[in-house]
C-alpha cells in the first residue's frame, strides 16, 4: 500500500487507524486483480479526502449534501429534459419551414449530451447511483463544452455574462458526488429491465410535452420545467422529503432549483424572491413542527 494514501487522512485518524486502514487493504487485495485493487485503493482515497473535508456521513457536512443529492439529480434532469424539449420545438419550426437539415452538428451533439443527462439522472434516481451520476455529470459538461464554441464568438461583455449559465448546471450535476456513500437513496427498482422502463419512460414524457405543445405557445415554464421536475421529483420518492429536518438541509435542498432558474435565465429576480420568500416560510415552518414534538418539548 502507497504510504502516501496514509497521509490524505487527518493525523488524529491516521495514528488512530492507520496500520488498520493498511491491514485491511493487504487482506482485501492480496491475490486479487488490478482492477480490484484499483478499487480498493479509490475507495480509501475517497474516503480520506471525505474525512478530510468534513463531508463524511458522521460529519454535518456530509448529512447536508446527502439531503440535496436526490434535488440536485431532479434539478439536473429536468434542465436536460427542458433543453431537449425546447430542441424539438426548434426542430419543428425548422421542419415546417422546410429547413430542418440546416440544423448544425454542434446542435446535435449538444442535444446528445443533454440526452445523456437525463438518462444519467434517471439511473442515478431510480437506484444505480455512481454509474448515473458519472452519466449525468459528463452529459453536463459536455453539453456545455459544446455550447462554449459559440458563446466564445459573441463580444466580450455578453461572453463572461453566459460563465454562470455554462458552469451552474456542471456543478449541480457534480454535487451528487459529494453525498457519502452509506447516504445515497436506496435502490428503487431492482432489476435492469426496471430501470430501462424508466428511461424510457423519461424520453417518451419528453417527446409527449415537445408533441403537445412543439411551439411553446403553451405557459413555457410550467410546460417545459415543470412537468419534467415533477416527474423527477415523484421518481426521488417520498424519502428524499423525509431527509429533510432542518433548515440547513432545506436550503440546500432548494439551491439546486434557485441556480438552474436564475443562471438559465427560466425566471426572473422578482420569482426568485418569490421562491425564496417561500423557502423561508417553509424553513420557518418546519422549525416549529420540530420545536412542537414531544421529544423536544420539556417535561411539565
Request: aromatic residues 10%; positive net charge.
Amino acid at each position: 500500500m502507497n504510504p502516501a494514501w496514509l497521509h490524505l487522512y487527518p493525523a488524529g485518524f491516521r495514528r488512530a487507524f492507520g496500520d488498520e486502514i493498511a491491514e485491511s487493504y493487504r487482506e482485501a487485495t492480496e491475490g486479487a486483480s488490478r482492477r480490484a485493487r484499483l478499487r480498493e485503493a479509490a475507495d480509501i482515497v475517497t474516503h480520506a479526502l471525505r474525512l478530510r473535508l468534513g463531508i463524511g456521513s458522521a460529519h454535518p457536512g456530509g448529512r447536508l449534501f446527502a439531503a440535496a443529492a436526490p434535488f440536485a439529480l431532479a434539478a439536473t434532469a429536468a434542465y436536460a429534459a427542458f433543453n431537449l424539449i425546447g430542441s424539438a420545438g426548434d426542430w419543428y419550426v425548422m421542419r415546417a419551414a422546410g429547413t430542418a437539415d440546416r440544423m448544425s452538428p454542434l446542435m446535435t451533439l449538444m442535444n446528445g449530451c443533454y440526452l445523456l443527462t437525463l438518462i444519467g439522472a434517471v439511473v442515478a434516481l431510480a437506484g444505480r447511483y455512481l454509474p448515473g451520476v458519472l452519466c449525468a455529470a459528463a452529459g453536463a459538461v459536455g453539453s456545455s463544452v459544446t455550447f462554449l464554441y459559440p458563446v466564445w464568438r459573441m463580444p466580450h461583455d455578453l461572453r463572461w455574462e453566459l460563465w454562470g449559465f455554462l458552469l451552474a448546471p456542471i456543478i449541480i450535476a457534480v454535487l451528487p458526488l459529494a453525498c457519502p456513500p452509506d447516504l445515497r437513496p436506496a435502490r428503487r427498482v431492482r432489476g435492469t429491465a426496471g430501470v430501462l422502463a424508466l428511461v424510457a419512460w423519461a424520453v417518451l414524457l419528453v417527446g409527449a410535452v415537445a408533441v403537445i405543445d412543439p411551439l411553446g405557445i403553451g405557459l413555457l415554464f410550467p410546460w417545459r420545467f415543470g412537468v419534467p421536475l415533477a416527474a423527477a421529483l415523484l421518481l426521488a420518492g417520498r424519502r428524499a422529503f423525509a431527509g429533510i429536518r432542518t433548515t440547513a438541509q432545506l436550503a440546500c435542498a432548494a439551491a439546486p432549483f434557485i441556480v438552474t432558474m436564475y443562471f438559465s435565465g427560466w425566471a426572473q429576480s422578482e420569482e426568485i424572491v418569490t421562491v425564496v420568500g417561500a423557502l423561508a416560510v417553509t424553513a420557518v415552518a418546519l422549525r416549529l413542527r420540530r420545536s412542537n414534538r414531544p421529544d423536544t418539548m420539556n417535561p411539565a
